[in-house]
């Protein structure tokens, strides 16, 4: 009779184990606010000038000078894959989501992007270039089935030249990032 308690404890402490994990895993999520925000263009320059001005960004904006912005760094879109797969989970889906309202706000809808598809260090620089190229595919063929032109995105794969965490092989390297496009 004291077998059966003791399982009963077991049973509830594996059911709690399993609930903190899934909400560990849950991604990060964002709105489409968040990313118009975020690419949200620089406001025209008025009377840009030619002249050279040698000083602190400050300096220069005191003496008239206009400072050219720096350019918007790259929106992880939190799109992140299981190992060697290129199929997206549920959770991108959602964030994927917000990504396509974004681009489809006035602020961002004549942008262009470059959605840039990268691995972990697992597996050869050749075979990761090929799958981060199918991840960034698949984001842009997601997007494209949300009523998103496909001209305005790029997809590029990186493999594992770009990692975000010192640990090549951790899964955070799995990923889709996007960034305004320059050329």
């Known amino acids: 009779m004291r077998k059966q308690p003791a399982n009963t404890a077991v049973a509830i402490l594996s059911v709690g184990f399993y609930v903190l ?3 560990s895993a849950q991604a990060q999520t964002y709105k489409a606010d ?4 975020h690419f949200q263009p620089a406001a025209p320059q008025t009377s840009p ?3 050279l ?6 300096d220069c904006s005191k003496a008239g000078h206009q400072v050219k912005p720096a350019t918007t760094a790259a929106f992880d879109l939190v799109v992140r894959f299981k190992y060697n797969s290129d199929v997206l989970e549920p959770d991108a889906r959602i964030n994927l989501d917000e990504f396509a309202k974004a681009l489809k706000t006035p602020q961002l809808a ?6 840039e598809g990268h691995t972990d260090a697992s597996g050869t620089p050749a075979y990761n270039r090929d799958l981060s190229q199918r991840r960034a595919q698949a984001v842009v063929r997601y997007l ?9 995105l790029a997809a590029r ?7 975000v965490v010192a640990d090549p092989f951790a899964g955070e390297n799995r990923r889709v990032e996007t960034r305004l496009k320059n050329d």
């Not at 004549?110 to 959605?115: A, E, N, Q, T, W």
């Not at 494209?144 to 305005?152: F, L, N």
């Not at 794969?157 to 990692?163: A, L, S, V």
């Open 21 to 23: 994990q899934a909400l």
């Open 34 to 37: 968040d990313i118009v925000k």
């Open 49 to 51: 000038t030619r002249g």
């Open 53 to 58: 001005c040698i000083g602190t960004e400050a």
């Open 110 to 115: 004549s942008s262009s992007f470059v959605v």
């Open 144 to 152: 494209s089935e949300r009523g998103i032109d496909t001209a305005k």
């Open 157 to 163: 794969g990186y493999g594992q030249d770009k990692p």
